[in-house]
């Protein structure tokens, strides 16, 4: 076989990334001269929604230029929530914790459908979700309310659900990270996480919702860079490069017949141990479909030729890159058609992003999931007394690789100015807050209530030390979780605590609602504290 025809048969295997809004020389070389299979987009990547259609066609458009037989797969990160790709004219559903807290997996169905119809409008036909870890450590720096919970049988419910949701939108699905990254307390994008639980533990509780998933009709499966010496003997290998958890596990005992796809091999506990461009090479040995490489142009490239020389070697056989083929194609088959990709007659398909019908099912949802943790007869509040309110909310910024910095964010404050106008606003910079504690109780003295909002809180934080401050002023003070439900274990002695998982607007709109008794909240924890 010519070199170049090898090239584009392993090209086919690739997920790659690239900079900017439109399509650059890098992305079109890759096109014309691999055949790359897949494009993953990221907030880099994303404008206007009538800029991300015409980037989708037009890297069609290259495809088809460069004799592609079926489109690409073009894939993101939507899983709503703190992990969204797109915020821009898209509608802002609710995450998975979110969801968790309805307790309803029809929200979760409609939701899966809801986001893979406006995806499917921009031309992205691949969703790299749901996540079906299950998140049973409050350490867990990567996953958190990216999990719809604790509870293995719930995480499949509404994983089954919002999979089913989104496949009936036409998009592709991933469930991911398997064999489960919900009892790690190191992200993986950083280093390699272990889980040394036994396999019956790992049965009963990481698998469970993967099996359920995959018997009801998976596209795909994400494997998770984390290391579990229950099903790999070799110390350290990630479950992305096992064959043991490939072959043994995913496509044996669980009888997953769909494709595979590698995490980012660009993630630290990849890159920093046997390297992106080898890692691909290994990924592929083990039983890996697709190989995802988010980032880097020379990265992309010399995995490429790695790959090639390990068929070359004989080290990969060729019939290893044909099965993953068919598979790719199969799945092709039933997701991508030439015939979805005339912008013009596209652009009509933009009506339905961020449609009112979505956003009054994203707001039912919001409204069914803000949970009231404990509430000592403080709320809700009298709007009709002249109430002095202080809010003291966090400065954004991601909390997780995973998550994006570019986020739309609307704060806590806004939203309870909508039922306190004369409300104060304070920002506070976590890293900079012990200085600022003194200064903030001093300021406290002036008002009735404290509405303090946190993002997510450790035994050792600041806002331990200024929450204590303000209840020896007898200050009323009422704790907004926006993001981890575990902050109410280190904030119990508030006289109020609700929960929202995300910082979404909606969600925090609900919340204050729920303070000034004009929302009643619905959720209930997905975890316990």
Request: charge should be negative; glycine fraction near 8%; include cysteine.
């Amino acid at each position: 076989m010519v070199k170049k025809e090898l090239e584009r048969k392993i090209g086919q295997l690739l997920v790659v990334g690239f900079d900017g809004t439109t399509v650059n020389p890098k992305i079109k070389k890759l096109i014309h001269d691999y055949h790359v299979g897949s494009i993953i987009l990221f907030s880099r990547n994303i404008g206007e929604p009538e800029e991300v259609l015409q980037l989708t066609s037009d890297l069609q458009k290259e495809a088809k230029k460069a004799g592609y037989e079926k489109p690409l797969l073009i894939c993101l990160d939507q899983e709503n929530g703190v992990v969204s790709r797109i915020h821009k004219g898209l509608t802002s559903f609710p995450g998975s914790m979110a969801l968790g807290a309805t307790d309803n997996p029809q929200y979760a169905y409609k939701i899966g459908l809801a986001t893979g119809k406006e995806l499917k409008a921009l031309g992205i036909n691949w969703n790299l979700a749901p996540v079906l870890d299950v998140n049973n450590n409050p350490d867990n720096p990567v996953i958190g309310v990216r999990s719809f919970g604790e509870d293995a049988e719930k995480v499949a419910e509404l994983g089954e659900a919002m999979m089913k949701g989104l496949q009936d939108a036409g998009v592709m699905t991933s469930l991911k990270h398997f064999p489960g990254h919900g009892d790690t307390n190191v992200d993986s994008h950083l280093d390699l996480p272990v889980i040394s639980h036994e396999m019956e533990r790992l049965e009963n509780i990481e698998l469970v919702p993967f099996k359920a998933c995959i018997e009801a009709g998976a596209d795909s499966v994400m494997t998770a860079h984390v290391y579990f010496p229950a099903i790999e003997p070799k110390e350290n290998t990630p479950a992305t490069l096992s064959k043991s958890v490939y072959s043994d596990l995913l496509r044996e005992k669980l009888g997953f017949t769909g494709a595979i796809t590698t995490d980012c091999m660009e993630m630290k506990a990849i890159s920093n141990s046997i390297g992106t461009e080898k890692g691909a090479v290994k990924a592929l040995q083990a039983g890996t479909d697709f190989v995802m490489i988010s980032h880097t142009y020379t990265v992309q490239e010399g995995a490429i030729q790695e790959i090639v020389s390990a068929v070359e070697s004989g080290k990969l056989s060729l019939s290893r890159i044909e099965e993953s083929i068919q598979r790719i194609h199969r799945l092709k088959e039933k997701y991508t058609s030439w015939r979805d990709f005339h912008f013009p007659k596209a652009k009509d398909a933009l009506q339905i992003v961020g449609s009112k019908k979505h956003r009054q099912l994203a707001q039912t949802a919001y409204r069914e999931s803000v949970t009231i943790v404990h509430n000592h007869q403080l709320l809700p509040l009298n709007t009709e007394e002249q109430l002095k309110v202080l809010v003291l909310e966090p400065a954004h910024g991601a909390m997780m690789q995973a998550e994006d910095n570019k986020r739309n964010q609307n704060s806590l404050g806004s939203a309870v100015r909508e039922y306190a106008p004369g409300a104060a606003v304070e920002v506070y910079d976590l890293n900079e807050l012990e200085k600022a504690v003194d200064g903030f109780t001093g300021q406290a003295k002036n008002y009735d209530y404290i509405i303090l909002g946190t993002l997510t809180i450790t035994e050792n934080s600041p806002v331990i030390t200024l929450v204590n401050q303000l209840l020896k002023e007898n200050k009323k003070v009422i704790g907004v979780g926006m993001r981890n439900p575990y902050d109410s274990h280190f904030l119990q002695n508030v006289q109020a605590f609700l929960n929202t998982y995300e910082s979404s607007y909606p969600a925090l709109q609900i919340a204050a609602g729920v303070i000034f008794g004009e929302e009643e909240a619905k959720g209930t924890l997905p975890v316990n504290i």
